[in-house]
């Protein structure tokens, strides 16, 4: 079988500009109930989607931006699949620990990251989706981000320039066949960071360079020597057999400016979960500069299925 991207959830386009992501727990029922409602969601999901592009792609004759991935974590597959195989990477996410900071791990069975450029279409996809889900889920977390400036991450600097161009994005975000039974999945690492932003504004622009890693405005990277050791461009990174290795990083921003909570929720869709796990033990054994004036929230792992999959789900395929 080969990778096709166009059978794949939309977890390797770009980030939108008004995004919702959503993290849902199971109620305490019965899992053939919980079995039946997400074998009616798989199916239900993807028409919403459909009819809302329709919708959305009306207005000035454009086509809609609306973008959708709907995961399932292991927790949730062994109360609802618990006789069907999983994919190969999918594993309950643990709390990891550094010698000075750790990033937590919190609940969740589902997960939403619903993104297009018009606001009204994604509450209505989250709107609906919920219609078919209260009943059986209590919401843990509900995140609205919104594109900054220029496509700035919220700390004032260019977002992604490390990560693949869109061109070259699929292969590091979809799984391939190295696990038949699920090509053209994905695994999601969700992440909420809240950041100390007196802290990081009162840092001067050429001390917030050292700790990112990269110019300011120019987005130009760094000379190794000019940066701090531990800059958030060095620590971040990951190497397997001597190469470095390519997730697909997409950092909303988030902020409530009366209360004065600001953050970053990170998410990051990769072909193999263990990448994007090996990137976050290296943020935390080289103490990245951002961890300093941030708290982390929550941290949960999906897995994104295939539209094939889905499909599969819907049909009762899945035991």
Same mark, same amino acid.
């Given at each position: 079988?080969?990778?096709? #991207?166009?059978?794949? @959830?939309?977890? =390797?386009?770009?980030?939108?500009?008004?995004?919702?992501? &959503?993290?849902?727990?199971?109620?305490?029922?019965?899992?053939?109930?919980?079995?039946?409602? %997400?074998?009616?969601?798989?199916?239900?999901?993807?028409?919403? %989607?459909?009819?809302?592009?329709?919708?959305?792609? @009306?207005?000035?004759?454009?086509?809609? &931006?609306?973008?959708?991935?709907?995961?399932?974590?292991?927790?949730?597959?062994?109360?609802?699949?618990?006789?069907?195989?999983?994919?190969?990477?999918?594993?309950?996410? !643990?709390?990891?620990?550094?010698?000075?900071? !750790?990033?937590?791990?919190?609940?969740?069975?589902?997960?939403?990251?619903?993104?297009?450029?018009?606001?009204?279409?994604?509450?209505?996809?989250?709107? @609906?989706?919920?219609?078919?889900?209260?009943?059986?889920?209590?919401?843990?977390?509900?995140?609205?981000?919104?594109?900054?400036?220029?496509?700035?991450?919220? %700390?004032?600097?260019?977002?992604?320039? !490390?990560? #693949?161009?869109?061109?070259?994005?699929?292969?590091?975000?979809?799984?391939?066949?190295?696990?038949?039974?699920?090509?053209?999945?994905?695994?999601?690492?969700?992440?909420? =960071?809240?950041?100390?932003?007196?802290? =990081?504004?009162?840092?001067? &622009?050429?001390?917030?360079?050292?700790?990112?890693?990269?110019?300011?405005?120019?987005?130009?990277?760094?000379?190794?020597?000019?940066?701090?050791?531990?800059?958030?461009?060095?620590?971040?990174?990951?190497?397997?057999?001597?190469?470095?290795?390519?997730?697909? /990083?997409?950092?909303?921003?988030?902020?409530?400016?009366?209360?004065?909570? &600001?953050?970053?929720?990170?998410?990051?869709?990769? /072909?193999?979960?263990?990448?994007?796990?090996?990137?976050?033990?290296?943020?935390?054994?080289?103490?990245?500069?951002?961890?300093?004036?941030?708290? %982390?929230?929550?941290?949960?792992?999906?897995?994104?299925?295939?539209?094939?999959?889905?499909?599969?789900?819907?049909?009762?395929?899945?035991?």
């Amino acid at each position: 079988m080969d990778m096709n #991207p166009a059978k794949a @959830q939309d977890v =390797w386009k770009d980030i939108g500009q008004s995004v919702q992501f &959503t993290v849902l727990k199971f109620k305490d029922l019965e899992a053939a109930d919980l079995k039946e409602m %997400i074998e009616d969601f798989a199916d239900r999901s993807q028409a919403i %989607i459909r009819s809302l592009r329709i919708r959305d792609g @009306q207005q000035d004759g454009q086509a809609s &931006t609306l973008k959708v991935a709907f995961g399932i974590s292991n927790h949730a597959w062994d109360i609802v699949f618990p006789n069907t195989k999983k994919p190969k990477e999918l594993t309950t996410y !643990e709390t990891l620990t550094g010698p000075k900071y !750790e990033m937590p791990a919190t609940e969740g069975d589902l997960f939403f990251h619903i993104r297009a450029n018009n606001q009204a279409v994604v509450v209505e996809c989250q709107t @609906q989706f919920m219609k078919f889900l209260r009943d059986y889920t209590e919401v843990l977390d509900s995140t609205q981000g919104f594109r900054y400036f220029e496509g700035r991450a919220i %700390i004032g600097f260019i977002d992604g320039t !490390e990560a #693949p161009a869109e061109a070259d994005a699929a292969p590091y975000a979809i799984i391939g066949d190295e696990d038949p039974d699920y090509i053209n999945g994905s695994y999601a690492f969700a992440q909420k =960071w809240v950041h100390d932003m007196d802290f =990081w504004n009162k840092m001067k &622009t050429e001390h917030q360079e050292k700790a990112v890693g990269r110019e300011k405005f120019t987005d130009l990277e760094l000379e190794d020597e000019d940066k701090y050791e531990n800059a958030h461009n060095v620590a971040s990174q990951y190497d397997e057999n001597g190469e470095e290795q390519k997730i697909i /990083r997409m950092n909303v921003p988030f902020s409530d400016p009366a209360t004065g909570k &600001t953050g970053t929720y990170f998410m990051g869709y990769s /072909r193999y979960w263990h990448v994007t796990k090996g990137m976050l033990i290296n943020m935390l054994d080289q103490s990245d500069f951002l961890l300093t004036f941030s708290d %982390i929230l929550t941290g949960q792992l999906f897995f994104i299925p295939s539209r094939d999959t889905l499909a599969a789900i819907a049909d009762g395929e899945f035991n």
